[in-house]
């Protein structure tokens, strides 16, 4: 591999197809791949089109055939329910051979769909494989996803099988799944030919007769399955987003495409090698989970840690330090929500300090843009250790920008999410589809073809991923995102682009006012919104959270923000009110729900979006805002 990012990203740009057929290399093939992409597939073409592979055989079956049987797969860690475990390669492959013997004897074969709804746990990784197994393509739920929602994905993946736990834990409290799944079902027009429910003690559930068995007896009870081959262009899985119009999107993930993207990506994006221990603590329902606790640290011969808890509360603010130093990871990746979670309870990393952190290298962050006080809060506390905000979607599957520790680290700036990874061509275009200026913000966008691994179109819905995604910038992927490339390359992502507030004919950025908010030492974490004004169009507003501990008067803190804003921003941004808040609404996968804030500000209607994580939230929110 060449040394430094801008050497592989020449390589890259020099011969794409090239480069990508020799990042093939490291997947088994069962028909190697002779045409490397094909322009003519698609909406905007397909990747290795006569290639034929199986993933679950490149996860498990060759690193156990390799001797690699007695090496850890899955730690598994529960402080929710006081469990912990350990898998094997060699016992992952089992269970999983078994599940998928199990599905096979029950009719499902390649090309269905089976829906899978469960909480972090060992059995939801063996499920995805299993699936991968058999060429059935998975649709992982969000576990406790409500069951109008959870509905609407069974009607439109048309699933042959759910699979589903019985209930999930959270701290101090059980939720029960089978009762939300038995509710969906009865909403749905569509119905599976069967479930498997993995029964926890906490809550085993009631299963249906005829309907309904037991999960663990079903894999106890079943013969292994062999890995049956698919197509490259194959699908994977489905995942499935909010859309605007109310029906859901289906993100559809290729396999070969996948494979050869998350294996290139450990040892050049993360510095990881096979024996390795990672952490990405995120959960299954999201994409981060898919890729990175699932399919990429298995195809690269890693360990992997499935967690079930939270970054505070499970005891407390050192949860996420004593899981590292008890498996001995290498990497941690989470979002920035999680990291600022921490450093509200523990500002100075007390807890921290309490673990042997040795083993640990570098800690990435993905999900939505790190600020900058928080990344410099977390490298002091790791001592300097690389802190890497890097930058994807569920669309793409893995990093669009980034630091790559595998090509030497080039110096990091704290707010950028790093330099394009190699397969993207990143752009600021204007609203006239033309690059922008060095340093000036627009809509960023990459340069089709997007790389191997990124969302070949939506569920069967091709015209609705051109029209969403091909259609604002002829000749390029719009993501959606609106940020600035600098001039030494660096990508910063500030916002989505309807977050972008316009004040008397200014564009502002919500991340760029949020920036200078949490710089506060008051502050652990905020959100900015743009409110109606019947002057300027648009002003934004501050709603912050404290730092334990902290009790500023709020008139003085308000006052102090404003002058922040002032100081860094100018008095074009016309920042007048902050308010103090508990708690931000978030999705469960931590991105702010501005767009709601922002209609509960101006008293529109809204939606409680079905992925938020506490519904109540935005109650407490509205009496704050009422009294502003």
Known sequence: MPNGHAAVHAEWQRDPQGYWARAAAAIDWSTPPGRIFDPDQGPYGRWFPDARLNLCHNALDRHVAAGRGDQVALYWDSPVSGQKSRLTYAALLDRTARLAGALAARGVQKGDRVVLYMPMVPEAVIAMLACARLGA???????????????????????????????????????????????????????????????????????????DEDLLDAIEAAAPHPCVEVAATDPLYILYTSGTTGKPKGILRDTGGYAVALAHSMPLLYGLQPGDTCWTASDVGWVVGHSYIVYAPLLAGCSSVVYEGKPVGTPDAGAFWRVCAEYGVKTLF??????????????????????????????FLAGERCDPDTALWAERLLGGRPVIDHWWQTETGWCITGNFRGAGLFPM??????????????????????????????????????????????????????????????????????????????????????????????????????????SHPDVAECAVIGIRDSLKGQVPMGLVVLKSGSQPDPAKLE??????????????????????????????????????LRKLADGESYTVPPTIDDPLILDEIGEILTKA
């Open 137 to 211: 393509v998975h649709s992982v739920v969000f576990g406790g996803f409500a069951a109008a929602e959870l509905a609407a994905r069974i009607a439109d993946a048309t699933p042959k099988a759910v699979i589903a736990a019985s209930c999930g834990l959270e701290p101090g409290r059980i939720v029960p799944y089978k009762p939300l799944l038995d509710a969906a079902l009865g909403l749905s027009p569509h119905q599976p030919d069967f479930c498997l429910i993995l029964r926890r003690e906490a809550s085993p559930g009631t299963l249906v007769p005829g309907r």
């Open 334 to 363: 989470t979002a920035p929500t999680a990291l600022r979670a921490i450093k509200k309870e523990d500002p100075e990393g007390a807890q921290l300090a309490r673990h042997d952190l040795s083993r640990l290298e570098a800690l």
């Open 413 to 518: 700036r704290p707010g950028s999410g790093g330099k394009p990874a190699p397969g993207y061509d990143v752009q600021a275009l204007g609203d006239d589809g033309r690059p922008v200026a060095a340093g000036e913000t627009g809509s960023l966008a990459i340069r089709l073809p997007l790389p191997p691994g990124c969302a070949p179109s939506l569920f069967r819905a091709n015209d609705r991923f051109r029209q969403a995604y091909l259609e604002a910038f002829p000749g390029y992927y719009n993501t959606g995102d609106a940020g600035m490339i600098d001039a030494e390359g660096y990508v910063w992502v500030m916002s989505r682009t309807d977050d972008i507030i316009n004040t008397a004919g200014h564009r502002l950025s919500t991340g760029a006012l949020e920036e200078v908010l949490a």
């Open 559 to 596: 006052a102090e923000l404003v002058a922040l804003v002032r100081e860094r921003i100018g008095p074009v941004a016309a920042f007048k009110r902050a308010s103090i808040v508990q708690r931000l609404p978030k999705t469960r996968s931590g991105k702010i729900l501005r767009a709601t």
